[in-house]
Each structure stands twice: as structure tokens, then as C-alpha cells.
């Protein structure tokens, strides 16, 4: 069983950054593939970034040049920094972990102000 805890979220005008965090409960990323999806309200769950277990990575068209998905094999953590937010970014953001099946984190809101 793979558990995954996201933090980092909170509430940032246009144009500010964060970075969320989600720390898995064990050295996963050579096996698995990661990934941030989010969710708006009313919305579906899409995907945001992902990382192989290679280290490839891909970007939603919405997010490209802006968000940057990276991982720290040391910490057992994934990171995603995020800049030049706007308000479409608003949402809750998940952490996934995949290999075979699917493992999620609880989620972490971000709210983006215009």
C-alpha cells in the first residue's frame, strides 16, 4: 500500500508561486510513475504533470512554461512549483501514484485570486 500526503496549497493573488510537496511512504519513483492532477469545482479530475520512473516528463498545455514537476528520490517527496498562477489554476490538487493501480493523497486546495 503506497500513502501519499500533499501539502503546500493556499491561497495566492495572480502572478504569485507556490510549490506543494507529497511525500510518499517509501522509495517509489524508480517504479512508479507520479503525477499531479487537479480538480476545479463542477469539474473533472485532469492532469496536470507526471514524471516517469525514467524521469520523463509531460505537461498539460495550461501549465506549460509555467509549473515544474521534479521529484527528491532522498526525501521520498515530489514537488510542483508553480508560477505565474492565475485564477484558472484554482483547484484541488492530488498527488497519484501509478503502477498497475492507481494511489492518491488526500488533496491540497489552491486558490488563486484575481
Known amino acids: 500500500q503506497v500513502q501519499l500526503v500533499e501539502s503546500g496549497g493556499g491561497l495566492v493573488q495572480a502572478g504569485g508561486s507556490l510549490r506543494l510537496s507529497c511525500v510518499t511512504s517509501g522509495s517509489i519513483f524508480s517504479s512508479f510513475r507520479m503525477a499531479w492532477y487537479r480538480q476545479a469545482p463542477d469539474e473533472q479530475r485532469e492532469l496536470v504533470a507526471a514524471i516517469s520512473s525514467g524521469g520523463s516528463t509531460h505537461y498539460a498545455d495550461s501549465v506549460k512554461g509555467r509549473f515544474t514537476i521534479s521529484e527528491n528520490s532522498a526525501k521520498n517527496t515530489m514537488y510542483l512549483q508553480m508560477n505565474s498562477l492565475k485564477p484558472e489554476d484554482t483547484g484541488v490538487y492530488y498527488c497519484?501514484?501509478?503502477?498497475?493501480?492507481?494511489?492518491w493523497g488526500q488533496g491540497t486546495q489552491v486558490t488563486v485570486s484575481s
Open positions: 497519484n501514484a501509478h503502477l498497475v493501480v492507481d494511489f
